[in-house]
């Protein structure tokens, strides 16, 4: 890089996604004049990519790129690319003239989560402990006026999952308010609340749950400065962008009494979420339950269903094993059709 005199009139340009592990000598002053930090698309960025990409495919006039793009936030450009391939293939595979929205959401969560595992034979008493627990996500999630939106919930294994409760902002995040933070630590907590409450037990599905919650209330204190005891203090890493984005260990500037507060006021901010949750779930068993019921007799709700069973409705569609009866018919009447010919 030294072989290049002022007046040769080339541009160096570099690229990488791991900034942190370059040696000094790329980075020191005088080796590339200016930096360029390029973030993650946001909302308007996701559309015009995914309007690219779905150049190539029909679409259905169902389709809402801009409803896809608001359910991909932290999605970057590939990941786009990949849920229309992906939508693609799952309609040329249902012999669809087009790629309808139905597509580009199981697009959305196969590359999010994983493939939904429709086959997967599930022990009852299991299906029943992740509809309450699922369930209890959804309640919670609906009720919160500083919650995200429900989007729509679902029991059927995919991925390393049981089931899963899915939120659709209604904006790119760039700043989390503490009400926002004690609201999601309450929607993490509810799965497992609603488990010990109607099953009489608790289970290892709440692991992620946990482990979210914890790094939530960890940010808070640590790099938000929303502890009173603690102040407008942060114990978190240098505020570098390496550090930030991949999570640089480094060692810790503070005492052991003050690693004991920090301990202690997790613990607080968790207990508080926890039985805040706890006392909105109790308020309202008799609404968990339907929806619980609801997700074993249909096993995958959205944000409108949810709403009508909140408000005391009843739900009119196809249970699965109508879906599933209406298939082997339309099966059998294909295989049927050739041998009339």
């Excluded at 995914?50 to 608001?70: C, I, M, Q, S, T």
């Excluded at 580009?104 to 994983?114: C, M, N, P, T």
Aim: net charge negative; proline share 4%; aromatic share 4%.
């Amino acid at each position: 890089m030294d072989g290049f005199d002022t007046n040769d009139q080339v541009i160096m340009i570099a690229a990488t996604n791991r900034a942190d592990i370059l040696d000094n000598a790329l980075t020191r002053p005088g080796r590339f004049d200016r930096q360029i930090f390029v973030p993650l698309p946001d909302l308007k960025g996701r559309v015009d990519i995914l309007k690219v990409h779905a150049k190539k495919v029909k679409l259905g006039p169902d389709a809402n790129l801009e409803k896809l793009a608001r359910g991909t936030p932290m999605f970057s450009g590939a990941d786009l690319s990949a849920i229309i391939n992906e939508a693609a293939l799952a309609a040329t595979m249902s012999n669809k003239e087009c790629v309808e929205m139905a597509d580009l959401e199981e697009a959305r969560d196969k590359v999010r989560w994983g493939r939904a595992k429709k086959s997967r034979l599930v022990d009852q008493k299991e299906k029943e402990i992740t509809a309450y627990h699922e369930a209890g996500h959804t309640l919670v999630q609906s009720l919160l006026k500083d919650a995200d939106p429900l989007h729509k919930v679902s029991i059927i294994p995919r991925g390393p999952m049981g089931g899963a409760t899915f939120a659709l902002p209604e904006k790119d995040r760039t700043i989390f308010t503490k009400k926002s933070c004690a609201a999601l630590l309450q929607v993490c907590f509810a799965g497992r609340i609603a488990e010990e409450i109607f099953c009489g037990d608790i289970s290892s599905g709440a692991q992620s749950d946990i482990e979210q919650a914890t790094k939530i209330a960890k940010q808070m204190i640590l790099t938000w400065g929303m502890s009173e005891r603690l102040g407008a203090i942060s114990y978190g890493p240098d505020g570098g962008i390496e550090n930030q984005l991949y999570l640089v260990q480094s060692e810790k500037d503070y005492s052991e009494k003050t690693a004991e507060t920090i301990d202690s006021e997790v613990r607080r901010i968790t207990d508080e979420a926890y039985k805040s949750a706890r006392e909105l779930i109790e308020a309202n068993k008799d609404r968990l339950e339907q929806i619980a019921k609801a997700l074993l007799r249909y096993e995958t709700l959205d944000a409108d269903d949810v709403k009508v069973i909140l408000e005391g409705g009843n739900l009119e569609k196809p249970t699965v094993a109508d879906l599933l009866a209406a298939e082997q018919v339309k099966d059998e009447q294909s295989k049927t059709e050739p041998e009339k010919q």
